[in-house]
């Protein structure tokens, strides 16, 4: 069964940081490109970030440029989420998800996804 599983969400304070994580079970990681993904209460879903195989290429959506950076380490057959600078307006269920399409050398956020994690829940609130 494959599988990737979120962790790390929580209530922050807004200047705050926190930092998500994305665990895969029964497949190898580095196979795949990573992305993340959000969703707040009565909007769509939106790509956040993702990373390439290697973790040499990431892209950002430009909302949370300069203050999120997205990281991997296969080793842990991991991938990280570091948002700095939360907003109120970053509140959302944040999901990981693969690319379709394993070994790419690139990442992109208008790629198809699969294997959806069950999310983490991030509010930004005083």
């Known amino acids: 069964q494959l599988q990737l599983v979120e962790s790390g969400g929580g209530l922050v304070q807004p200047g705050g940081s926190l930092r998500l994580s994305c665990a895969a079970s029964?497949?190898?990681?580095?196979?795949?490109?990573i992305g993340w993904f959000r969703q707040a209460p009565g909007k769509e879903r939106e790509g956040v970030s993702c990373v390439s195989r290697s973790g040499g290429s990431t892209n950002y959506a430009d909302s949370v440029k300069g203050r999120f950076t997205i990281s991997r380490d296969n080793a842990k057959n991991t991938v990280y989420l570091q948002m700095n600078s939360l907003k109120p307006e970053d509140t959302a269920v944040y999901y990981c998800?693969?690319?379709?399409?394993?070994?790419?050398?690139?990442?992109?956020?208008?790629?198809?996804?699969?294997?959806w994690g069950q999310g983490t829940q991030v509010t930004v609130s005083s």
């Open positions: 029964g497949f190898t990681l580095d196979y795949y490109a």
């Open positions: 998800a693969a690319d379709r399409n394993p070994y790419l050398p690139i990442c992109s956020l208008i790629r198809p996804y699969g294997h």
